[in-house]
């Protein structure tokens, strides 16, 4: 022990003399590499931003509601290219109780850089929200219905609530700064300073700890990972009207060609949008014209046209 801490100190020591002789050698590039560590750092204390939060449901283990709520944080990388994994960092499950209301609210959080380049693209959207919907089944074991639909709300909770779960999760590496000083070695450093004097080496955690799954740190997943691209279906969608034309419900028809069960159709109604899911062959959302009432929303399945009829009368 006492030698291994010797040898640390001794790294530790050489990499302070190195920078020495780069600031007397080569001042520009020791003003970078200083200018580089503190931009770095002044990011640390940046708050997680919600983006949007999704609902769904956790089916195994136990069957109950699921909150996901997706922000960007700085202190997620960004991914080195298009054709690289996807870092992301999925916080601990926590089970809420609001009145009669029993529910679960898991944090994700990606680069900020990743969510802005999905922008107003729902479908690049869709691929961000189910790579962390497939994070969350393999880091937590859990089995997730892939039918969501967004919240109102862009966040379930505080984000202070959500930086302190997130922050719990990085916390929870064992000497995660030993093991990073262990990395940079006095070799490392010497031969970038000279084979490269404007790229300075970064401190980087062990692969190991990056996508344990024990701590899940960080994931990264790749994008071809996910399932596969649903089809939207064909579909009609028109308002009822009685005899003075005052609307009174919306009516929906999907045809669902290849379905003969309507066990097999997930459907989730809010005031506002629809969403029907079969699983890994169709996936409809749909933003409504009118607030209907939910709970007087019902459906039935024709099986002889495979189609599904969905009646939600308006508020």
């Known amino acids: 022990m006492q030698s291994s801490s010797k040898g640390l100190l001794t790294q530790v020591t050489q990499f302070w003399n190195l920078l020495d002789d780069l600031a007397e050698s080569n001042p ?24 949007l939060c999704l609902q769904t449901r956790i089916l195994k283990p136990k069957e109950k509601v699921l909150f996901i709520n997706l922000c960007q944080w700085k202190r997620i990388p960004a991914p080195q290219s298009t054709s690289h994994p996807v870092p992301l960092s999925v916080g601990r499950p926590e089970d809420i109780s609001e009145a009669s209301d029993v529910y679960t609210v898991i944090d994700v959080a990606y680069n900020p850089g990743v969510l802005q380049a ?19 089944e393999e880091q937590l074991q859990y089995t997730l219905s892939y039918s969501y639909h967004i919240t109102k709300s862009r966040i379930k909770g505080s984000i202070q609530r959500m930086k302190h779960n997130l922050m719990g999760i990085q916390a929870d590496a064992t000497d995660l700064r030993g093991k990073m000083r262990k990395e940079l070695t006095l070799e490392q450093i010497r031969s970038s300073t000279v084979s490269n004097p404007h790229h300075f080496p970064q401190l980087l955690l062990p692969k190991d700890q990056v996508s344990s ?9 790749s994008s071809k ?37 309507v066990s097999l159709c997930d459907l989730s109604v809010s005031g506002d949008d629809l969403l029907i899911e079969v699983s890994e062959k169709y996936r409809l959302h749909l933003n409504l014209p009118e607030s209907v009432d939910t709970e007087m929303t019902t459906a039935k399945f024709i099986k002889e046209k495979a189609t599904l009829i969905v009646t939600m009368p308006l508020v």
């Open 213 to 221: 799954k024990a701590g899940c740190l960080i994931e990264e997943i």
């Open 28 to 51: 520009e590039s020791y003003r970078k590499f200083i200018q580089q560590q503190l931009a770095q750092g002044s990011q640390l204390p940046a708050d997680p931003e919600p983006q």
């Open 118 to 136: 999905a922008g107003k693209d729902q479908g690049k959207k869709d691929q961000l929200i189910r790579m962390a919907m497939q994070c969350i």
């Open 225 to 261: 990972d996910i399932p596969a691209e649903m089809k939207k279906p064909a579909h009609e969608l028109k308002i009822v009207a009685d005899q003075n034309e005052k609307p009174l419900k919306i009516e929906l028809k999907v045809e669902l060609p290849g379905v003969n069960s």
